[in-house]
């Protein structure tokens, strides 16, 4: 969104093309955007000088992803709100496939889960989405009321084991959430520029913190990135407005070890060995 901007690796590259047409002079081509004819450079007319705020917001928004692309773990905590529709989830993950966090999709869809490794995923349905999904069989009738009650007395207490990823049906599990070089792989290829065009605003305090607001306008679409105060700029926090559709986003403990564990085997019901894979989705089909 907003204008173009070179990754660093590509800005780099650009750098050092800019330099070799400097230093070659009147003594090569640099191509099509640098022609030369007789020893003088075809320019373009210069453009503008950006608005202090721009060229700021341009500095902050290089180093705050470059930090984030870089981080080894990272906490994400996202809630979206749209008539009708009201969605959380906070998680804790790093680059090795382990992760803790909570979810909340909706009445029949709470609760946490745990991440280990591929073969060592867990999540755990909260009493009140059992409540939910039971109540949603009684409604079905007479059949699913009895398949839910069965299913939720199963579940409830206990951590539902998913089978292994690479088994698991592409996209059917809440553990794909928990992928953090998923999360930054979009960050690769330049596309460190993805806050470019922002306006860095003046300080102030939001969800406790000093920060610096980077705002963007597109069409419909209002954005904010929030980057703390210091030495460090890291992406805090993220605000955005799209319709009716509203998201906020909050991001902490950069590289901080996450402190995850596999629960007591006797809290553990493996999905597999009672014929419920794809991450719980038969589950919900009560």
Request: glycine content about 12%.
């Amino acid at each position: 969104m907003g204008t173009v901007v070179l990754g660093v690796g590509k800005r780099r590259q650009w750098l050092r093309a800019a330099a070799c047409c400097l230093v070659m002079g009147a003594l090569a081509s640099c191509g099509s955007e640098g022609k030369i004819y007789e020893g003088m450079v075809e320019r373009t007319p210069a453009e503008p000088p950006k608005p202090a705020d721009e060229v700021r917001g341009d500095r902050l928004s290089v180093e705050a992803m470059e930090l984030l692309k870089n981080a080894e773990t990272l906490r994400i905590g996202v809630e979206m709100t749209a008539p009708g529709k009201h969605q959380k989830i906070s998680v804790h993950m790093d680059r090795h496939s382990k992760c803790t966090g909570t979810f909340d999709g909706g009445p029949a869809k709470k609760g946490d889960l745990i991440m280990l490794g591929a073969d060592q995923a867990y999540f755990r349905f909260s009493d009140d989405a059992l409540d939910a999904i039971r109540a949603q069989g009684v409604r079905l009738g007479p059949e699913a009321a009895a398949r839910s009650r069965e299913r939720t007395a199963l579940a409830r207490g206990k951590y539902l084991k998913i089978p292994n990823e690479r088994r698991a049906p592409s996209g059917a599990s809440p553990t794909q959430m928990c992928d953090l070089n998923t999360a930054l792989g979009k960050l690769d290829g330049g596309s460190v520029s993805d806050l470019s065009g922002s306006r860095a605003l003046p300080e102030k305090r939001w969800h406790g913190q000093r920060v610096t607001p980077l705002v963007e306008k597109d069409g419909g679409n209002d954005m904010t990135v929030y980057l703390a105060v210091g030495d460090k700029p890291y992406i805090v926090g993220m605000t955005q407005t799209r319709g009716d559709e509203h998201m906020v986003m909050e991001m902490s403990d950069y590289d901080k070890p996450v402190a995850v564990r596999a629960p007591d085997p006797s809290l553990v019901i493996d999905l597999a060995d009672i014929g419920l894979g794809g991450g719980g989705g038969a589950l919900f089909a009560v």
